[in-house]
């Protein structure tokens, strides 16, 4: 089973900028389009942006222009880019398959992104 490991989180002030990473074990990664999550504390897990195997990517309206998804298949890693930064995106962010895919990998444990002065 594929493991996940997300780092990159941090305190931040706003409009402030900070890139998350994730890791995955094993190849089959580079198979799949996968996703960033985030579940900010009382809130559902919400989808924030996807790549697919072929590079190309999607985002919620929240983070249309401020965030950046990008992959490197050789190192088995997703990025997040996030860039001016509110309020409003702290959250434990999370990567996975992206919705519809036919495998879920195992959940990280996500990495906290908290955006305060």
């Known amino acids: 089973q594929v493991q996940l490991v997300e780092s990159g989180g941090g305190l931040v002030q706003p409009g402030g900028s900070l890139r998350l990473s994730c890791v995955a074990s094993g190849n089959i990664f580079r198979t799949y389009a996968m996703g960033w999550y985030r579940q900010a504390p009382g809130k559902q897990r919400e989808l924030v942006a996807t790549?697919?195997?072929?590079?190309?990517?999607n985002y919620a309206d929240s983070v249309k222009g401020r965030f950046t998804i990008s992959r490197d298949n050789a190192k088995n890693t997703v990025y997040l880019r996030m860039n001016s930064l509110n309020s409003e995106d702290t959250a434990v962010y999370y990567c996975n398959t992206a919705p519809g895919a036919k495998l879920v990998f195992v959940w990280g444990l996500g990495t906290q992104v908290t955006v305060s002065s």
């Open positions: 790549i697919t195997s072929g590079f190309n990517t």
